[in-house]
């Protein structure tokens, strides 16, 4: 079992910056990937950014040049740096972690509005 606590989400500003964060726990593998995905009210759940053990990353094209992923492998934990955030960017954001299988984290709430 692999435990997920995701912090950092808020309400911001069109513009601004947030940052998120995820601590993964339990039964932990080195060769695994973790991500963020997102959901906004009345919509499918949608990739944002995934990286690597290794450090490949991949992003959304709506999220290109905006956002970053970035992990610390010692501290199995994953990071999101959300800059020039947009009202459309408003979602309940989640952590995935896979190795085999996949869990989720109970997602943070970021909202994006003057």
């Known amino acids: 079992q692999v435990q997920l606590v995701e912090s950092g989400g808020g309400l911001v500003q069109p513009g601004g910056s947030l940052r998120l964060s995820c601590a993964a726990s339990g039964s932990i593998f080195g060769d695994n990937a973790m991500g963020w995905y997102r959901q906004a009210p009345g919509k499918q759940r949608e990739l944002v950014a995934t990286?690597?053990?290794?450090?490949?990353?991949t992003y959304a094209d709506s999220v290109k040049g905006r956002f970053t992923i970035s992990r610390n492998n010692a501290k199995n934990t994953v990071y999101l740096q959300m800059n020039s955030l947009k009202p459309e960017d408003t979602a309940v954001y989640y952590c995935?972690?896979?190795?085999?299988?996949?869990?989720w984290g109970q997602g943070t709430q970021v909202t994006v509005s003057s």
């Open positions: 995935r972690y896979q190795y085999v299988r996949s869990y």
């Open positions: 990286i690597t053990s290794g450090g490949r990353t």
